[in-house]
């Protein structure tokens, strides 16, 4: 009996040194969105402290924030053959 067995495997030093890399490059980005996000609810914020101190009406804009995915390993398939052999 044969069985064929294919996978992707991970397990490789170029697969780990671009996990690194795109791992901080991942996490440079979560950095920069949540600066990007606390600059506009200060900003926000003021504005609204602004208006109602002249007496005006503030509606907040809601704003959508791209959501940052982490990229995935780089893979490599790899196969075999698991095979079993009963004699006798």
């Known amino acids: 009996m044969a069985i064929p067995l294919e996978y992707n495997s991970c397990l490789t030093e170029k697969a780990l040194d671009q996990a690194i890399v795109d791992y901080q490059a991942y996490q440079k980005?979560?950095?920069?969105?949540?600066?990007?996000?606390?600059?506009?609810?200060?900003?926000?914020?003021?504005?609204?402290?602004?208006?109602?101190?002249?007496?005006?009406s503030f509606i907040v804009e809601e704003r959508q924030w791209p959501e940052i995915e982490e990229r995935e390993f780089l893979t490599k398939l790899k196969k075999f053959v698991v095979g079993l052999d009963t004699l006798g």
């Open 29 to 56: 980005a979560v950095q920069e969105q949540e600066r990007q996000r606390k600059e506009w609810d200060e900003e926000t914020e003021r504005i609204k402290e602004e208006k109602e101190k002249n007496g005006e």
